[in-house]
């Protein structure tokens, strides 16, 4: 299972389920027990990524495939390493100012950060169709998996669970 994908998806499908409620008449018991259990699983598995992305060997790779996709980036010419660079600036002046306290600084960078990353979207879709980008990205995934699955045994399960769930409701909303 791809656990990127489905915590990503995730996000989507949370946003969707949230305008269906708000524009409904009344939901429906069922479909008010089966998204309180989607909400409940949800954040018991953000809870798990959570802590197994504080593993040494997770940090280590997810650093390292940062690394290596910064450097596949940069491979794409000056304008792209120049906005890279600038990313990795904000990245570095965000998290400074999350480590003081300084939540005005914080949110003043925000808006730069997401135009810089809206501007690299593209190339960094080009750079995720490379077969071995995909594989390293796979073996990222994989390594997460093994240590969430570590933390709680039933993660496939609950993975398993949420996309049905989300299956229901998005059935459910019509």
């Given at each position: 299972?791809?656990?990127?994908?489905?915590?990503?998806?995730?996000?989507?499908?949370?946003?969707?389920?949230?305008?269906?409620?708000?524009?409904?008449?009344?939901?429906?018991?069922?479909?008010?027990?089966?998204?309180?259990?989607?909400?409940?699983?949800?954040?018991?598995?953000?809870?798990?990524?959570?802590?197994?992305?504080?593993?040494?060997?997770?940090?280590?790779?997810?650093?390292?495939?940062?690394?290596?996709?910064?450097?596949?980036?940069?491979?794409?010419?000056?304008?792209?390493s120049?906005?890279?660079?600038?990313?990795?600036?904000?990245?570095?002046?965000?998290?400074?100012?999350?480590?003081?306290?300084?939540?005005?600084?914080?949110?003043?960078?925000?808006?730069?950060?997401?135009?810089?990353?809206?501007q690299?979207?593209?190339?960094?879709?080009?750079?995720?169709?490379?077969?071995?980008?995909?594989?390293?990205?796979?073996s990222?995934?994989?390594?997460?998996?093994?240590?969430?699955?570590e933390?709680?045994p039933?993660?496939?399960?609950?993975?398993?669970?949420?996309?049905?769930?989300?299956?229901?409701?998005?059935?459910?909303?019509?």
């Amino acid at each position: 299972m791809n656990c990127k994908k489905l915590f990503g998806s995730l996000v989507v499908t949370l946003l969707v389920l949230s305008a269906g409620t708000l524009t409904s008449q009344e939901p429906s018991e069922e479909f008010q027990e089966l998204y309180q259990e989607y909400m409940t699983i949800n954040q018991e598995l953000q809870m798990v990524q959570q802590e197994a992305m504080q593993d040494p060997d997770i940090i280590r790779e997810s650093d390292e495939f940062s690394a290596y996709i910064d450097n596949k980036l940069k491979a794409l010419g000056d304008e792209v390493s120049d906005m890279v660079d600038e990313r990795n600036d904000v990245i570095g002046e965000i998290e400074s100012a999350r480590e003081e306290g300084n939540q005005e600084t914080e949110r003043e960078l925000q808006p730069r950060y997401q135009e810089i990353s809206r501007q690299l979207q593209p190339h960094i879709q080009t750079i995720f169709e490379d077969a071995e980008v995909q594989e390293r990205q796979m073996s990222l995934e994989d390594l997460l998996m093994e240590k969430m699955i570590e933390i709680d045994p039933e993660t496939e399960e609950k993975m398993h669970r949420l996309e049905n769930l989300t299956e229901q409701l998005q059935q459910m909303m019509g």
